[in-house]
């Protein structure tokens, strides 16, 4: 399990005539994700999303606040293990060109000390599970978009994690790549695992997510199963959900 409890991530950004202006990118946020549930994060750019999920992800620390991460009732404090349990995939993710697919998971494997057996067992899974096998053995400069962004996704599942964090895993793929990457995400939710993950697509959002955390100016404004979203606004899909978020929030000039 994750849960994040009073979350707050402050910074400084300069204004006109060099003014320096303190805000808060993430404004007291507390959220819970469990085993088996896949959760949505949505918002207009610039609402705090990224810098919410690098914290989750453990990658940025919290001004204030804290992320807490348990497996049944055992809290796990150790930062190391806490990277072991997590497959975090940024939306400017950058692998080295010169490198196969194949390469970047046994050096990923080396990473997080796992046996050249276990590695070469979970190349062969990953590889089916989201279709790798056509370039897996091709220099990733030579992938193509969708391609590189399921080598990019198979370097977060060598090590097997309880909890994916995903920012924009499908922004700018086609119709297969995307699907591929959703069914993934369907299968490791069937398997117990968390998964978390912000997008823009608000249709992949309604097909995929248990649940949904909408954000702005980094506060939650609203929460819930998408059912319970569209009766809240008495709407009949995610989009005009968020639509009529969007109005209420005075969001326009945001989107």
Same mark, same amino acid.
């Given at each position: 399990?994750?849960?994040?409890?009073?979350?707050?991530?402050?910074?400084?950004?300069?204004?006109k005539?060099?003014?320096?202006?303190?805000?808060?990118?993430?404004?007291?946020?507390?959220?819970?994700?469990?085993? @088996?549930?896949?959760?949505?994060?949505? @918002?207009?750019?610039?609402?705090?999303?990224?810098?919410?999920?690098?914290?989750?992800?453990?990658?940025?620390?919290?001004?204030?606040?804290?992320?807490?991460?348990q497996? $049944?009732?055992?809290?796990?404090?150790?930062?190391?293990?806490?990277?072991?349990?997590? $497959?975090?995939?940024s939306?400017?993710?950058?692998?080295?060109?010169?490198?196969?697919?194949?390469?970047?998971?046994?050096?990923?494997?080396?990473?997080?000390?796992?046996?050249?057996?276990?590695?070469?067992?979970?190349?062969?899974?990953?590889?089916?599970?989201?279709?790798?096998?056509?370039?897996?053995?091709?220099?990733?400069?030579?992938?193509?978009?969708?391609?590189?962004q399921?080598?990019?996704?198979?370097?977060?599942?060598?090590?097997n994690?309880?909890?994916?964090?995903?920012d924009?895993p499908?922004?700018?793929?086609?119709?297969?790549?995307?699907?591929?990457?959703?069914?993934?995400?369907?299968?490791?939710?069937?398997?117990g695992?968390?998964?978390?993950?912000?997008?823009?697509?608000?249709e992949?959002?309604?097909?995929?997510?248990?649940?949904?955390?909408?954000?702005?100016? $980094?506060?939650?404004?609203?929460?819930?199963?998408?059912?319970?979203?569209?009766?809240?606004?008495?709407?009949?899909?995610?989009?005009?959900?968020?639509?009529?978020?969007?109005?209420?929030? @005075?969001?326009?000039?945001?989107?």
């Amino acid at each position: 399990m994750l849960r994040a409890v009073n979350l707050v991530k402050t910074f400084d950004k300069n204004e006109k005539k060099n003014k320096k202006i303190t805000f808060n990118a993430v404004d007291d946020i507390s959220i819970t994700v469990e085993p @088996g549930e896949i959760v949505g994060i949505l @918002g207009p750019n610039g609402a705090g999303k990224t810098t919410l999920l690098r914290m989750l992800g453990n990658l940025m620390e919290p001004t204030s606040g804290k992320v807490v991460f348990q497996s $049944g009732e055992v809290i796990i404090e150790d930062t190391i293990e806490i990277k072991r349990r997590i $497959g975090y995939l940024s939306g400017n993710t950058k692998l080295y060109g010169r490198l196969s697919t194949r390469e970047l998971l046994n050096i990923m494997g080396e990473i997080y000390g796992l046996s050249e057996e276990i590695v070469a067992n979970r190349i062969d899974d990953i590889s089916k599970v989201i279709g790798l096998e056509g370039f897996i053995d091709n220099r990733i400069e030579k992938l193509s978009t969708g391609q590189t962004q399921r080598a990019a996704i198979s370097r977060c599942l060598i090590h097997n994690p309880d909890i994916y964090i995903f920012d924009e895993p499908t922004l700018g793929l086609d119709i297969l790549s995307s699907s591929a990457i959703i069914e993934f995400m369907k299968k490791e939710k069937a398997k117990g695992k968390a998964v978390l993950y912000s997008t823009h697509y608000m249709e992949e959002a309604e097909y995929i997510c248990d649940r949904i955390i909408m954000i702005n100016k $980094g506060k939650i404004i609203k929460q819930g199963t998408i059912d319970e979203l569209k009766q809240d606004t008495d709407t009949h899909n995610l989009r005009e959900v968020f639509n009529a978020l969007v109005k209420k929030e @005075g969001m326009e000039n945001e989107l």
